[in-house]
């Protein structure tokens, strides 16, 4: 069975800092990977999505950038942390349809 | 452009009442996808179900059921015999259908926050 990782599970980090969140999935193929972030107030927002390695598109122009250097793997990265990047990372795999979801990042920008 | 309303932001219900939660949607496309679903406290959000836009019977699983009609844009999600366990918030979301090689982006409505009182 298909099973994602994410870590880590919850980040503090000071503005201006770098950032590097990792999504890996097991159990599948050339999945199409999904980073959501998702801010007080429950609205899920799409940043990027990969249909494959290298393949990177990106919803939301910001300071976050997204790579896949592996079929499997899905990194969310950062050079300079601002306060408005707080929130709940979610990374997501799909096949066909429906998208499932690994268990999130909280970051929290200081 | 699509779009997915959910117009109950939060819903306070006692255990064992039943409970639905609606969902209406905007698509120009004739073949969609509907999705539900479930974010717990945790925050993790765990796939309920999938709906394609040809298939328009009613879903029942365990206290699970889905209405979808398509005359009035609508899929909503009734939960019957509440219990503590379903307090999360849930999500409704709507994809154009899927084709090979291709990316389906979800969008989601804004969330339902069930609080199931015991």
């Known amino acids: 069975s298909q099973t994602i990782h994410q870590w880590p599970a919850t980040l503090v980090q000071p503005v201006g800092s770098p950032l590097s969140l990792e999504c890996t999935v097991e159990g599948t193929s050339n999945p199409n990977l999904y980073w959501y972030r998702q801010a007080a107030g429950r609205g899920l927002q799409l940043l990027f999505y990969?249909?494959?390695?290298?393949?990177i598109s990106s919803e939301v122009p910001q300071n976050l950038s997204a790579s896949r250097p592996q079929d499997r793997q899905f990194i969310l990265s950062s050079k300079k942390l601002l306060l408005s990047d707080s929130g709940f990372y979610l990374c997501?795999?799909?096949?066909?349809?429906?998208?499932?979801f690994g268990p999130g990042t909280r970051l929290t920008v200081t | 452009a699509q779009k997915v309303t959910q117009a109950q932001t939060e819903i306070s219900v006692v255990e064992k009442e039943d409970v639905t939660l609606d969902c209406v949607y905007e698509t120009r496309d004739t073949t969609y996808y509907l999705f539900w679903y479930k974010q717990p406290p945790s925050g993790e959000l765990v796939f309920l179900i999938r709906r394609n836009s040809f298939d328009e019977q009613n879903e029942i699983s365990g206290r699970y059921s889905w209405n979808f009609q398509k005359s009035t844009s609508s899929f909503n999600f009734t939960i019957t015999a509440s219990q503590v366990v379903d307090s999360a918030v849930y999500f409704c979301?709507?994809?154009?259908?899927?084709?090979?090689?291709?990316?389906?982006?979800?969008?989601f409505g804004s969330g339902t926050q069930l609080t199931v009182l015991p």
């Open positions: 979301a709507l994809s154009e259908a899927w084709s090979s090689g291709s990316a389906r982006q979800l969008t």
């Open positions: 997501a795999w799909s096949i066909r349809g429906e998208q499932y």
């Open positions: 990969s249909v494959g390695i290298g393949q």
